[in-house]
Protein backbone atom coordinates (compact mmCIF):
# COMPACT_ATOMS: atom_id res chain seq x y z
CA UNK A 1 0.00 0.00 0.00
CA UNK A 2 1.17 3.47 -0.99
CA UNK A 3 0.12 7.04 -0.82
CA UNK A 4 2.03 9.47 -2.12
CA UNK A 5 1.17 13.37 -2.19
CA UNK A 6 3.20 15.90 -4.31
CA UNK A 7 2.47 19.35 -5.00
CA UNK A 8 3.37 20.96 -1.77
CA UNK A 9 5.70 24.31 -1.90
CA UNK A 10 5.86 27.95 -1.62
CA UNK A 11 3.60 29.93 -2.14
CA UNK A 12 2.53 33.65 -0.98
CA UNK A 13 -0.60 34.51 0.80
CA UNK A 14 -3.59 35.04 -1.04
CA UNK A 15 -1.99 32.40 -3.61
CA UNK A 16 -3.41 28.62 -5.03
CA UNK A 17 -1.60 25.91 -4.80
CA UNK A 18 -3.20 22.09 -5.37
CA UNK A 19 -1.56 19.11 -3.88
CA UNK A 20 -2.19 15.77 -5.31
CA UNK A 21 -1.88 12.04 -3.86
CA UNK A 22 -1.07 8.59 -5.62
CA UNK A 23 -2.56 5.89 -3.97
CA UNK A 24 -1.71 2.30 -4.85
CA UNK A 25 -1.85 -1.26 -3.31
CA UNK A 26 -5.30 -1.11 -2.17
CA UNK A 27 -8.71 -0.73 -3.94
CA UNK A 28 -8.82 3.14 -4.17
CA UNK A 29 -12.42 3.55 -5.20
CA UNK A 30 -13.72 1.98 -2.67
CA UNK A 31 -11.99 4.21 0.25
CA UNK A 32 -13.25 7.03 1.52
CA UNK A 33 -9.96 9.84 1.12
CA UNK A 34 -9.01 12.72 3.61
CA UNK A 35 -6.41 14.98 3.90
CA UNK A 36 -4.98 16.26 7.30
CA UNK A 37 -2.13 18.68 8.34
CA UNK A 38 0.01 19.37 11.07
CA UNK A 39 1.93 22.67 11.61
CA UNK A 40 5.37 22.80 13.72
CA UNK A 41 4.16 22.39 17.60
CA UNK A 42 0.62 21.77 16.86
CA UNK A 43 -1.29 18.86 16.90
CA UNK A 44 -2.19 16.96 13.30
CA UNK A 45 -5.77 18.35 12.19
CA UNK A 46 -8.49 17.31 9.94
CA UNK A 47 -8.78 19.40 6.74
CA UNK A 48 -11.24 17.89 4.51
CA UNK A 49 -12.51 14.30 3.44
CA UNK A 50 -14.54 12.89 0.48
CA UNK A 51 -16.95 9.81 0.07
CA UNK A 52 -15.13 7.15 -1.88
CA UNK A 53 -17.57 7.90 -4.84
CA UNK A 54 -16.82 11.52 -4.13
CA UNK A 55 -20.97 12.38 -4.01
CA UNK A 56 -19.74 13.78 -0.49
CA UNK A 57 -17.27 16.04 0.82
CA UNK A 58 -16.99 17.58 4.51
CA UNK A 59 -14.45 20.53 5.41
CA UNK A 60 -13.18 21.80 8.97
CA UNK A 61 -15.34 25.49 8.90
CA UNK A 62 -11.32 27.16 8.77
CA UNK A 63 -11.20 26.13 5.01
CA UNK A 64 -14.81 26.27 3.75
CA UNK A 65 -15.25 28.53 0.54
CA UNK A 66 -10.81 28.14 0.06
CA UNK A 67 -10.62 24.22 0.08
CA UNK A 68 -12.11 21.65 -2.02
CA UNK A 69 -10.62 18.21 -2.27
CA UNK A 70 -11.77 15.87 -5.26
CA UNK A 71 -10.61 12.51 -6.70
CA UNK A 72 -10.23 10.50 -9.58
CA UNK A 73 -10.86 7.39 -9.07
CA UNK A 74 -9.39 6.33 -13.01
CA UNK A 75 -6.11 7.61 -11.82
CA UNK A 76 -6.10 6.58 -8.36
CA UNK A 77 -5.43 10.00 -7.00
CA UNK A 78 -7.26 12.24 -5.16
CA UNK A 79 -6.92 16.00 -5.02
CA UNK A 80 -7.16 18.99 -2.65
CA UNK A 81 -7.14 22.95 -4.31
CA UNK A 82 -6.27 25.62 -1.77
CA UNK A 83 -7.07 29.02 -2.80
CA UNK A 84 -6.93 31.87 -0.69
CA UNK A 85 -3.87 30.47 1.37
CA UNK A 86 -3.00 31.99 4.63
CA UNK A 87 -0.15 31.96 6.73
CA UNK A 88 -1.82 30.35 9.02
CA UNK A 89 -2.37 26.99 6.51
CA UNK A 90 1.38 26.30 6.55
CA UNK A 91 1.94 22.97 7.50
CA UNK A 92 2.75 19.42 6.47
CA UNK A 93 -0.25 17.97 4.61
CA UNK A 94 -0.89 14.46 4.74
CA UNK A 95 -3.62 12.17 2.77
CA UNK A 96 -5.00 9.12 4.14
CA UNK A 97 -7.80 6.69 3.13
CA UNK A 98 -10.54 5.32 5.41
CA UNK A 99 -12.37 2.17 3.84
CA UNK A 100 -15.51 3.17 6.49
CA UNK A 101 -15.54 7.06 6.02
CA UNK A 102 -18.47 8.60 7.43
CA UNK A 103 -20.59 11.47 8.68
CA UNK A 104 -19.68 9.96 12.11
CA UNK A 105 -15.80 9.11 11.45
CA UNK A 106 -14.24 11.73 8.74
CA UNK A 107 -12.73 14.09 11.13
CA UNK A 108 -11.09 11.24 13.31
CA UNK A 109 -7.61 10.16 12.56
CA UNK A 110 -7.50 7.09 14.53
CA UNK A 111 -10.04 6.01 11.43
CA UNK A 112 -7.60 5.87 8.55
CA UNK A 113 -6.61 2.83 7.35
CA UNK A 114 -3.48 4.07 5.30
CA UNK A 115 -1.50 7.49 5.22
CA UNK A 116 0.82 9.17 3.11
CA UNK A 117 4.48 10.53 4.09
CA UNK A 118 3.36 14.13 3.63
CA UNK A 119 4.32 17.09 1.65
CA UNK A 120 5.29 21.00 3.04
CA UNK A 121 3.12 23.72 2.32
CA UNK A 122 5.04 27.33 3.09
CA UNK A 123 2.51 30.40 2.47
CA UNK A 124 4.76 32.90 3.42
CA UNK A 125 5.69 36.19 1.59
Known amino acids: VQLVESGGGLVQPGGSLRVSCAAS????????MGWFRQAPGKEREFVAA????????YYTDSVKGRFTISRDNAKNTVFLQMNSLKPEDTAVYYCAADRLLNRGSYYLGYTYDYWGQGTQVTVSS
Open 50 to 57: ITWGGGTT
Open 25 to 32: GFAFSSYG
